[in-house]
């Protein structure tokens, strides 16, 4: 079995439900501080409840950028165990495949990095620049004790990152397909709009907010945010959720709670979103209270060194020639953007990701770590 299985299997076995680290940054320390790494360990959060984050740099001999790995050792919880064909945290090998919870996301990329890493320093221990570790078990979270508490250390210590590569799952049909080079916004509310509960047979005595709401809301999902442009799609506005009454059939709502977000482009800004919304809602006369959460301004890596440096490593080891794309959920490379110019996601195929029987293909191991490796050549031989 080659060095990155093995080490897969250990950091599977290893149940770290976020935000519980389980050892998986301790043994990725060791194998770092066996080729030369400095680690410091960067605890964050309430006692009884610290969220475990890992800094770890090897300085070459010559100038040259800081290249950073980053990823999170945390997973999702497992869900029903009975739903499983094998024990989440026991790697099980079937049909060429690697299941446990967080083989494809994120574990099978920490593996890679790390053993690419480890050839890449045997073969050239006098490299330039840096290379860098950025771990954390508060991704899966809510990422408030993790990437970016580290990202406000690493500022107070006034470094900057030349180039980042996150290990999140992005391949699609086959390893090497997708890059990501951007994320989009994600901007979420809580609508609570305010009527006056009664009776449903008398209505003139009551105030129905759900009556009132659903122009107003059929109006926001119509809207055309805006266009998205050559890097992003257009912003999405979708509802998820709708809570209105006491349970009784009988009854007027006294409020109505509605859940939305935004996946938002470069083309619309937070503040204008919450401007829009507002605007909207009082057109319709509604008495209503929202509170926002902004998870995460978009952001975008124009291409440059590291993306080709990835789209070039990719090709040699796989054959594909990968797109660079800005879809899908947040990530930490938001965090990471604030110190970093040139911030890519790029790992396996993310077909079962916090699904049951989580896998990875076991075929996809080797060209995974070779692709790290080639980009550690490329930009740090």
């Known amino acids: 079995m080659s060095d990155t299985l093995l080490l897969l299997e250990a950091l599977i076995a290893r149940p770290s439900i976020t935000p519980d680290d389980a050892g998986c940054q301790a043994l990725i320390g060791d194998r770092l501080r066996a080729v030369g790494f400095d680690c410091t360990s960067l605890p964050f959060g309430p006692d009884g409840a610290r969220v ?28 029903p165990l009975a739903q499983w064909r094998s024990d989440p945290f026991v790697p099980t090998h079937r049909d060429g495949r690697l299941h446990g919870r967080g083989a494809a996301d994120m574990k099978a990329s920490l593996a890679a990095m790390v053993v690419a890493t480890e050839r890449f320093v045997a073969a050239r221990p006098h490299h330039a620049g840096a ?18 508490k580290v990202v406000d250390w690493l500022q107070q210590q006034g470094l900057r990152l030349d180039a980042c590569i996150v ?10 397909d997708t890059v990501k080079n951007g994320r989009r916004g994600s901007l979420s509310g809580r609508l609570t709009v305010k009527g006056i509960q009664g009776h ?6 009551a105030r129905n907010p759900l009556h009132q709401l659903a122009p107003a809301l059929a109006e926001l999902v119509a809207i ?12 999405t506005f979708q509802v998820s959720n709708v809570h209105a009454g006491t349970g009784a059939g009988n009854v007027i709502p006294g409020e109505a709670v509605v859940d ?3 996946r938002f482009s470069t083309e619309s800004t937070a503040d204008g979103l919450k401007a829009r919304v507002t605007d909207l809602l009082q057109r319709h006369g509604l008495e209503f209270d929202i509170a ?24 040699q080891a796989t054959g594909v020639q990968a797109e660079l794309s800005t879809t899908g959920g947040t990530s930490d490379g938001r965090f990471i953007a604030r110190l ?15 699904k049951v029987d989580e896998h990875v293909r076991v075929a996809d191991l080797e060209p995974l770590t070779a692709v790290y490796q080639g980009v550690l050549e490329r930009l740090l031989a």
């Open 200 to 205: 449903v047979a008398y209505p003139q005595l």
């Open 224 to 235: 055309d945010w805006d266009r998205g442009n050559a890097h992003f799609p257009p912003t």
């Open 340 to 354: 970093c110019d040139q911030v890519v996601e790029f790992g396996p195929l993310n077909d079962s990701i916090h």
């Open 52 to 79: 475990s984050n890992l800094w770890a740099v090897r300085k070459g001999t010559a100038a040259g950028p800081l290249l950073a790995f980053a990823g999170h050792t945390d997973v999702v919880p497992t869900g």
């Open 167 to 176: 290990g999140e799952p992005t391949s699609v049909d086959r390893l090497g």
């Open 131 to 148: 290379i860098a570790f950025l771990l954390t078990s508060d991704e899966e979270g809510p990422s408030v004790d993790g990437t970016v």
């Open 292 to 315: 926002w959460t902004l998870s995460g301004q978009p952001f975008l890596t124009t291409p440059g060194s590291l993306s080709r440096a990835l789209v070039a490593s990719i090709e």
């Open 260 to 262: 939305f977000n935004f």
